[in-house]
Nanobody
């Protein structure tokens, strides 16, 4: 399984972005998926995850603003990010937990 994350960009405070994580092959659908982020000078941190049954979890600072989803028919996971804040600025990575594979990261910059 290989993952490619895309959809990042520059957005103003309060704006929205949707990140996508496209997987090669069809094994992606049998893995829980997650999104992480790494801000400059910081460690990579977990943001959200979705298990196979569809249950989702979110880091406290993004609850109510971010939503993780997946489309198994397209082998793609998504992270909808609303009401973005400058502190959300980071490189965002997707991950397949079962195969321990990471996407290459996509940069999100939120201007104040």
């Amino acid at each position: 399984v290989q993952l490619q994350a895309f959809g990042g960009g520059l957005v103003q405070t309060g704006g929205s972005l949707r990140l996508s994580c496209a997987a090669s092959g069809d094994r992606f659908r049998d893995s829980a998926v997650g999104w992480y982020r790494q801000a400059p000078g910081n460690l990579r941190e977990w943001v959200s995850s979705m298990v196979l049954g569809g249950a989702t979890n979110y880091e406290d600072s993004v609850k109510g603003r971010f939503a993780i989803s997946r489309d198994n028919a397209k082998n793609t996971a998504y992270l909808q990010m609303n009401n973005l804040k400058p502190e959300d600025t980071a490189v965002y990575y997707c991950r397949s937990f079962k195969y321990n594979v990471w996407g290459q990261g996509t940069l999100v910059t939120v201007s104040s």
